[in-house]
């Protein structure tokens, strides 16, 4: 009865092992970032200076469900995905 006991873990003790390494390592941060990313796309209000997935650096002058207009430069207006914002440089710069 105990070789059996012994024998289930050995068969199934790495396995188990590499799941927990898997959540702990993958899983778990990735979800972390997930939340810190949405939460971050969620606080995006007008006046904020913004930096897009392509490293376009912009303030932000209108902003709707999936659609954010920036103003990159003097007279120099474009419309983003709300998901391609990388960073909130205004969030940044104040913490």
Do not use: C
Not at 49 to 59: A, C, D, L, N, P
């Amino acid at each position: 009865m105990e070789s059996e006991g012994i024998a289930m873990l050995s068969t199934y003790g790495p396995i188990v092992l590499m799941i927990a390494i898997f959540y702990f390592l993958l899983y778990r941060p990735q979800k972390k970032e997930q939340k810190r990313r949405k939460a971050m796309l969620d606080s995006l209000k007008k006046g904020n200076r913004v930096m897009t997935v392509g490293g376009i650096y912009g303030e932000i002058i209108d902003i709707k469900e999936t659609i954010v207009k920036l103003k990159i430069a003097e007279r120099v207006e474009i419309e983003v995905a709300r998901s391609s914002i990388n960073a909130n440089a205004t969030e940044e710069k104040n913490a």
